[in-house]
């Protein structure tokens, strides 16, 4: 299997990270309180963040798998998720109206701003392009942050989790993972299609995103918060692929483009009804305590998604790309 090369660091934090990996695991006399007075959403702590929870997942090239669990770097990470946890917190309103906020994801705007509005309103194949790299970062690990949490759960709303789940990873057949489907719309599309291959031209607001899933699903603390983002994610999908969908059609995309979109207007419509009810329901009769961070994940989802969008758009609206030049 082909590995990920260590991303080109971005600041002191994402530099300290990549130059430790590339020895043995070790102690080492890491940035802690630079990483406590960090920049939450900055370039570094998010890329630095990304790096080491990238060891839970494939790795990196060249790199020893035994850093996964390596106490020194364990306790710069838990300094940058502070950082960032804090910075989540602080930019929510918080609360535990759990179907105001799931409610309001609902509703669709006539005059909606979001990237797949864009794109499907005159968006230009570049800019599609531009899209399909920055998401390749969540998308090659499509539901994989969403796997820890399911020894969290009990009963129902585990059996109704993992029957999502099921689906995202392909209702038991590899060429249809949705990783997979990810995978052959970026070739359709003409674009490297490895394993973070864009890693570097992808930037902090992207990173965040999917930071946000591993921290949700690494820490059983926020397992509320993960499933809050997956009902999220599932809800608002439908609408946004459906817009895509017509954005793809008017370019006239490789149907392998159209077919990554198209499979998540009818699997999500269900997935939302699902999370709703069987898993969000059946959580907060167990346990009720978890309301707040639920909503909690609904918010942060939002925030995050929010920033990528407004950041994206800028760049287009200013006629300016939305990667980093690497
Ligand atoms: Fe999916
Ligand atoms: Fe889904």
């Known amino acids: 299997m082909k590995l990920p090369q ?6 002191e934090l994402s530099a300290v990270v990549a130059e430790a990996l590339r020895g043995e695991p070790a102690d080492h006399d890491y940035p802690i309180e630079a990483a406590r007075l960090a920049d939450p959403f900055g370039e570094d702590l998010q890329l630095a963040l990304h790096v080491c929870y990238e060891l839970h997942y494939r790795g990196f090239d060249s790199v020893n798998p035994d850093w996964e669990w390596n106490p020194g770097l364990l306790r710069l990470r838990s300094a940058m998720e502070d950082t960032f946890l804090a910075a989540l917190r602080d930019g929510v309103s918080g609360g535990d109206d759990i179907s105001g906020v799931l409610d309001a994801l ?6 909606g701003t979001g990237i797949s509005h864009y794109l499907r309103d005159g968006g230009e194949w570049w800019q599609v392009c531009e899209y399909f790299v920055h998401r390749s970062i969540y998308h090659h690990k499509e539901a994989d942050p969403h796997a820890w949490v399911i020894p969290r759960l009990q009963g129902q709303a585990k059996a109704a989790l993992v029957a999502v789940e099921f689906d995202e990873f392909g209702g038991g057949r590899g060429e249809r993972m949705h990783s997979q489907l990810y995978v052959d719309l970026l070739a359709g599309a003409g674009l490297e299609t490895g394993y973070l291959h864009y890693l570097d031209v992808a930037p902090a607001s ?42 793809l059609r008017r370019l006239e995309a490789d149907p392998a483009c159209v077919l990554f979109f198209t499979e998540h207007v009818e699997a999500d419509a269900v997935h939302e009804q699902v999370m709703r009810r069987d898993v969000i329901g059946d959580l907060l009769t167990r346990e009720p305590e978890l309301t707040e961070s639920v909503v909690f994940g609904v918010q942060a989802t939002d925030l995050l998604e929010d920033r990528f969008a407004a950041e994206v758009l800028g760049a287009w609206r200013a006629n300016r790309p939305s990667l980093r030049q690497s």
């Not at 609902?106 to 005059?111: H, M, R, S």
């Not at 918060?225 to 895509?244: C, D, K, N, Y």
């Open 6 to 11: 260590l991303p080109e660091p971005r600041g």
């Open 106 to 111: 609902l509703v669709e705007p006539v005059d």
């Open 206 to 247: 992207m990173l965040a995103v999917v930071n946000m899933m591993s921290l949700f699903g690494l820490h059983r603390s926020l397992r509320g918060a993960l499933v809050g983002h997956f009902a999220a994610a599932e809800i608002t999908t439908a609408p946004s692929a459906q817009r895509m969908v017509k954005a």
